[in-house]
């Protein structure tokens, strides 16, 4: 990658090559060395939760059938019958024992085994030319879960999933473990949008900045309280290895009271206390932050958002979690996938108002993410020009000329959670995901393994 | 099958002159007026289309929508339409609804059900391609305060992965 040197010099130091938003030779450098050896977040095992149950997800290019089989276990197996090549399942969701190929009719039971093929005797002399035994649907080279989240890596010799992440487990507990009986997903929503994939990470990652003004008409119609200029900048942004996010600063009060203000029931949070450690508990109840949006690297963020949900004068907000994919599609195309989360444990009547406020808020319809993704096609289609090679965008808020701190960052004491935190306005976590990106690129181009039948 | 009213029947004819009339609204984005024309208990729901097997008995995803607003949550999202900061539509899009396929059907309680297909056209700025959204509505209209309102819509979207940045639009 000396080609791209002096990209990511840029990059390691807080100024951003504008074209890197829209260049079809970094978009291949990304499918390359990126995409094909990073944990790819795909389903969750609530989107599966009967025997036979499947979802059809795909990494990039590559269409994966995510299975719960016939004896409960889930596989994650690749969309392409062994014969021909031909996409053995082209429905998007279901409930099936097998998958047969429409093509010659090879079918695989729901664990990717081979088990029908039409005149195996005449066509093949049985056996003898064609050993049916052993043979399944590949595998993903690398399949994991971590609160029930499920991750794909196309790289055999990849890291651990729970490696991967590292620290930033810390975090994807506030969103995805409310209780012991786990996350409940809906959805996704699904649609394409004309930008890059990396700018959505990037805001998600901790782009608090953007907030009193891209979501001032939020503020204006009274659906969210909190963005205001002055009280995001009291917030905290957090990074943990492979992920950050940011927080808001909470008024005074217990973790009890915290979450209560945020809107949660008291029998959630009581659900709640008995999963989360207590330095967790500690970073709402004693620092005062609850987390907002956050992003794992390289693709998939969260938000957590506490909205008013129906009309009249009383203050009364609640809380939902979305978890989305920025699917990449080309160098200036992302498919989103926005579903909405909530703990299956919680009250039907919380699950129906987390929902509505999901609805109103972030995807496809949402109002906040309506103004985000007019800024990042409007940047995208820019980026392609040939003055965006001639520009720098300043990614260095929170840093003096010498590097030093505009703020210094949260002392152990002040904030609880693992990895720096840092209150105020500033980049430290886009940089931090861009510069993992940079990382990523230089590495030597990952080799596949071979497969063979 | 149903038998929809003839087309020379006057309860059709109100129902279509209707739906072109909101269409000119939608078009237009006069979204106060647009309001105006629905019921206080109005029910707008698009639920998100998925790609199932022929047989599986569903093609909608089970628990998500893309819209599923009652009046408040509708009222929210012109309200919003109607401050200086409203980016994704500041310049606004050039839109036209065109609404065609219409048949309509008379309820035993009074009510009008009303189906119709949609093709929506939204063109922004002068780089990006213009963008399509084709889709099915069935419509229940209610007569009241001697008019026609509209109190449910059900919008049915022919794409399982929209091609459209947002839907700060309605259909």
Same mark, same amino acid.
């Given at each position: ?7 990511? /010099?840029?990059? *390691?130091? !807080? ?13 291949? +450098? ?14 969750? /095992?609530? /989107?599966?939760?009967?025997?036979? =149950? ?34 053995? +399942? ?34 093949? !002399? ?23 989240? $499920? ?27 409310? @209780? ?31 907030? %009193?003004?891209?979501?001032? @008409? ?59 450690? %207590? ?12 987390? @907002? ?9 969260? &938000? ?25 599609? @080309? ?37 906040? /993410? ?20 001639? $520009?720098?965008?300043?990614? *260095? ?45 230089? *590495?030597?181009?990952?080799? %596949? ?5 | ?18 739906? &072109? ?11 106060? $007026? ?45 309200? *919003?339409? !109607? ?23 008379? +309820?035993? =309680? ?62």
């Amino acid at each position: 990658m000396t080609a791209h040197r002096d990209v990511f /010099e840029n990059v *390691r130091r !807080g100024m951003i090559p504008a074209h890197i938003y829209n260049d079809d030779e970094l978009f291949a +450098c990304e499918k390359q060395r990126l995409f094909s050896r990073a944990w790819m977040f795909v389903a969750h /095992e609530s /989107e599966i939760p009967q025997d036979g =149950d499947y979802v059809v997800r795909r990494v990039l290019d590559d269409s994966f059938i995510i299975t719960r089989d016939s004896a409960g276990a889930i596989r994650a197996m690749f969309n392409m019958c062994l014969h021909r090549g031909m996409q053995v +399942c082209r429905a998007e969701m279901g409930n099936a024992s097998n998958f047969r190929c429409p093509y010659h009719g090879w079918s695989y039971r729901n664990d990717g085994r081979l088990t029908g093929l039409p005149f195996h005797r005449e066509a093949y !002399g049985g056996d003898q030319g064609f050993p049916k035994d052993g043979q399944t649907l590949l595998p993903a080279p690398n399949f994991a879960s971590y609160n029930g989240l $499920l991750f794909i890596n196309l790289d055999p010799a990849a890291e651990p999933l729970e490696d991967f992440l590292g620290d930033f487990r810390f975090y994807l507990d506030f969103y995805t473990k409310q @209780s012991t009986h786990g996350l409940e997903l809906r959805g996704p929503q699904r649609w394409r949008i004309k930008a890059n994939w990396k700018i959505g990470a990037e805001n998600f990652a901790g782009d608090m900045y953007h907030t %009193p003004h891209t979501h001032a @008409s939020i503020v204006d119609i009274g659906l969210f309280r909190e963005p205001k200029a002055q009280k995001r900048k009291d917030g905290a942004t957090y990074w943990a290895h492979r992920g950050g996010g940011t927080t808001y600063k909470l008024p005074p009060g217990s973790f009890e009271e915290r979450m209560r203000y945020v809107g949660y029931p008291d029998e959630m949070i009581g659900r709640i206390k008995n999963v989360w450690s %207590p330095q967790q508990q500690r970073v709402v109840g004693e620092d005062g932050f609850m987390i @907002s949006a956050a992003t794992c690297f390289p693709n998939l963020s969260f &938000v957590h958002n506490w909205p008013k949900v129906r009309d009249g004068d009383s203050d009364d907000v609640l809380p939902f979690i979305s978890i989305r994919l920025w699917q990449p599609i @080309s160098a200036d195309e992302t498919e989103v996938c926005s579903w909405f989360a909530v703990d299956s444990a919680a009250p039907t009547q919380y699950k129906k108002d987390s929902y509505k406020a999901y609805l109103m808020c972030f995807g496809s319809t949402g109002m906040f /993410e309506q103004d985000d993704v007019e800024n990042w096609v409007s940047l995208t289609t820019t980026a392609g020009g040939s003055m965006a090679r001639r $520009l720098l965008l300043n990614s *260095r808020m929170g840093l003096l000329s010498d590097d030093r701190p505009v703020i210094e960052a949260l002392p152990a004491g002040s904030f609880h959670g693992p990895g720096r935190a840092q209150v105020g306005y500033n980049e430290y976590n886009q940089r931090a995901l861009l510069k993992l990106w940079a990382d990523h690129l230089e *590495r030597d181009q990952a080799v %596949p393994r071979k497969v063979t039948a | 099958m149903r038998k929809p009213l003839p087309f020379s029947d006057v309860q059709h004819l109100q129902a279509h002159q209707f739906l &072109v009339d909101e269409a000119y609204l939608l078009d237009a984005q006069q979204y106060e $007026l647009w309001l105006d024309m629905l019921t206080d208990d109005i029910r707008y729901v698009m639920p998100v289309r998925v790609t199932t097997a022929r047989g599986a008995g569903f093609d909608t995803s089970p628990g998500m929508a893309h819209f599923d607003e009652d009046k408040y949550s509708l009222s929210q999202r012109v309200a *919003r339409m !109607g401050t200086e900061h409203v980016w994704t539509e500041d310049p606004p899009s050039r839109l036209r609804h065109f609404i065609t396929n219409v048949r309509t059907f008379e +309820c035993d =309680d009074g009510h009008l059900e009303v189906e119709s297909a949609e093709l929506l056209f939204r063109s922004r700025g002068d780089v990006n391609e213009s963008a399509l959204l084709s889709c099915g509505r069935l419509d229940l209209l209610r007569w009241c305060d001697d008019r026609w309102k509209l109190a449910c819509r059900k919008i049915i979207a022919d794409e399982s992965v929209l091609r459209m940045q947002n839907l700060a639009v309605f259909l």
